[in-house]
């Protein structure tokens, strides 16, 4: 899995490099914890059949 995931980052308002934080399995998928580098702003995704993001709510 990667360690950096390219996003746009709502409070910096750019597209940045986010770092993975944490990463785990649960019973939906893989969940993975990012993190914006410059205001650590951070989301989290679980990666399934269909992708859940909190980057998105």
């Known amino acids: ?5 390219d ?3 709502p409070n ?13 399995n ?3 998928g893989l969940k ?5 580098p410059d205001c650590e702003y951070g989301f989290i995704r679980i ?3 269909d992708d859940i993001s909190t980057a998105t709510a």
């Open 7 to 9: 996003h746009h980052c």
């Open 26 to 28: 649960v019973h939906l």
């Open 32 to 36: 993975t914890k990012w993190s914006c």
């Open 47 to 49: 990666a399934a059949d």
């Open 1 to 5: 899995m990667a360690t950096e995931l």
């Open 12 to 24: 910096c308002e750019a597209e940045r490099a986010f770092y993975r934080t944490a990463a785990m």
